[in-house]
């Protein structure tokens, strides 16, 4: 996912991933660079605000059953539409007692530069040099809900990633140690596990009715201040990982105008019937408002898989691309160091092929332009990337590429994404 900056809780980021070549990058390359299903070891902060490019900072009917683990469901009452607006009141005392702190922290060990280990520097600063690794705590805070009544749950990945320990504060007051079950740093979703029985927990909604237009009711606990709750409405759906700054997720984003700020990652977006419809996520700082959560629907499957095993697989093809342009295609074409030359005039075109990866075992080349994967017609990179993501590890995708003018046909098929110590 993207330029990173520090948030008001931790200091951790990381690099995007690097360009098609070593010459000086083309425009077409910063592009091919920015979109990208290779996803290696995807990664992910660890504070109670999630940042992207631009300086991101984190953060219609329902089943009447939730459930993230086995034989485990909670039936609540369905809470009725108000044109009044006392309607956000009803939602809060239903939904808050469900809402809780998540307080992480953890030890990171910082090697000394090398030139403190010279002689002659210690001759002059020795008395006032450490002599080894300096340890240090990062804290942070964020939020998250309760989805079943024994004491999972679901947060963002990077509240949580990484923390020695965990603590969970409900609002009621009582605090729990928390178990992190597992993390997807490609979704930002986790989950956390507590040993309570009896818990106040949310009815989750589904998040593919949204329409732009209906209300948005956020409860969290911004830079520290415990249940705070906000109000707007969804301002859209849909929107890709690219539109939002955050390339290395696998997520389509809900776009909402109620108030989202650092703590408030990990916690409920709800819609006028007290449902959850998203995770809130990120904001883009300098912009008025804008904030982005992960849909419910995405959440919850995530969710059910770290809850039954851990850990979540990807598929992935391992290739990195761009959208074919006019201008695209001229700038390759005139590249006298461009071993390609490009004749398509639309299509994905494929600008790197990983080694040893599926698309490399499939025959992809650099140079191909992709034209459709199983028999849907792609103009974009988003949508290859949600072809990919909704298919399964080991599954066989059809590819149909044009290459020197000459439409081939390559099933590839997906393995599941590396991760970053792989």
Do not use: C
């Amino acid at each position: 996912m993207k330029s990173k900056q520090q948030d008001s809780d931790y200091n951790s980021r990381q690099p995007n991933q690097k360009g098609f070549d070593a010459s000086a990058p083309k425009p077409w390359q910063k592009a091919a660079t920015y979109v990208s299903l290779v996803l290696l070891g995807a990664g992910v902060t660890f504070s109670g605000g999630y940042l992207g490019s631009n300086t991101l900072l984190s953060s219609k009917e329902s089943t009447s059953k939730v459930s993230l683990s086995p034989g485990v469901a909670v039936a609540q009452a369905q809470l009725p539409l108000s044109t009044d607006t006392n309607f956000v009141t009803e939602v809060v005392d239903k939904v808050g007692p469900a809402v809780v702190r998540i307080n992480s922290s953890r030890t990171v060990t910082q090697q000394l530069p090398d030139a403190f280990n010279d002689p002659l520097f210690r001759r002059f600063f020795g008395a006032e040099l450490p002599t080894g690794p300096q340890e240090r705590v990062e804290r942070g805070t964020g939020s998250g809900f309760i989805i079943n009544t024994d004491g999972q749950i679901l947060t963002n990945a990077h509240v949580v990633a990484g923390a020695d320990t965990v603590n969970v504060i409900l609002k009621d007051g009582r605090t729990f140690t928390g178990k992190v079950m597992g993390t997807d740093p490609v979704t930002d979703v986790a989950i956390v596990k507590i040993q309570a029985d009896n818990l106040p927990t949310v009815r989750l909604g589904d998040s593919d009715r949204l329409r732009p237009g209906e209300w948005a009711i956020a409860i969290g606990n911004p830079l520290g201040l415990d249940n705070t709750v906000t109000t707007g409405i969804i301002s859209a759906t849909g929107r890709s990982s690219s539109q939002v700054g955050v390339p290395d997720k696998r997520v389509n984003f809900i776009q909402t105008d109620a108030a989202i700020n650092p703590g408030n990652s990990g916690g409920p977006l709800l819609n006028a019937k007290g449902e959850v419809v998203g995770m809130n996520t990120a904001i883009i700082r300098g912009a008025q408002g804008l904030g982005f959560a992960i849909p419910i629907n995405t959440a919850q499957r995530i969710g059910n898989q770290l809850a039954t095993t851990g850990n979540v697989q990807h598929p992935y093809l391992g290739i990195q691309m761009v959208k074919l342009t006019p201008e695209v295609k001229q700038q390759i074409n005139e590249d006298s160091n461009s071993r390609v030359n490009i004749s398509a005039d639309r299509g994905i075109l494929v600008v790197r092929v990983m080694r040893n990866s599926p698309a490399a075992n499939a025959g992809l080349r650099t140079g191909d332009v992709i034209q459709k994967i199983n028999g849907q017609l792609v103009t974009d990179t988003d949508t290859v990337q949600q072809q990919v993501e909704r298919s399964q590890v080991g599954s066989s995708l059809q590819m149909e590429v044009l290459r020197n003018g000459q439409t081939i046909n390559l099933p590839v098929t997906t393995a599941a994404l590396p991760t970053q110590s792989e």
